[in-house]
């Protein structure tokens, strides 16, 4: 009697043991889930994403709009973009020191939507600089490391046209 009375009480212990295990394992494949997300989803901070507002606003104040449009869900290259060339302090001090207003804009794939037919947009990423009043006066498809985007894409040293 003494033995089984020994299992219970060891069996109890066990079943808590297994919970746990199962509770730490779901906390542990959720993080996994949430790095994963937003390793696909990087932040701009500080990127607006209202083109209208956002041209408002460089008229106004008569500054240049730097414009980067990525997919919904961007590709590597968009992501890399991101993190490492919009990421750099350097450039980000660049931008401010440009007085450039910076937005990202969301597609569609298909390039379909208005916005990508009025801007010419063929490819994501691309990056634009326009006027206070809209005009394109510089392009970037694709990647652009750090040091043309200082020195040729926001100076508009080299210029890119659709």
């Known amino acids: 009697m003494k033995k089984t009375q020994d299992s219970a009480q060891q069996a109890v212990p066990r079943k808590a043991d297994h919970r746990i295990k199962i509770v730490f394992l779901v906390l542990l494949g959720a993080l996994g889930v949430l790095i994963y997300w937003r390793q696909l989803n990087p932040k701009l901070p500080g990127w607006g994403d209202d083109l209208q507002e956002t041209l408002g606003e460089a008229r106004r104040e008569g500054r240049k709009v730097v414009v980067l449009f990525t997919a919904r869900h961007p590709g590597e290259i968009a992501r890399r973009l991101m993190k490492t060339t919009l990421g750099k302090t350097a ?32 490819n994501l990423p691309t990056m634009l600089v326009l006027s206070s009043g809209g005009r394109e006066l510089n392009r970037r498809e694709g990647m652009i490391g750090e040091m043309a985007f200082r020195k040729g894409f926001l100076d508009c040293a080299k210029i890119a046209k659709p």
């Open 91 to 122: 450039n980000r001090q660049a931008i401010e020191e440009g007085n450039f207003i910076h937005i990202r804009l969301k597609l569609d794939t298909s390039l379909t939507e208005q916005i990508a037919k009025q801007y010419k947009i063929k």
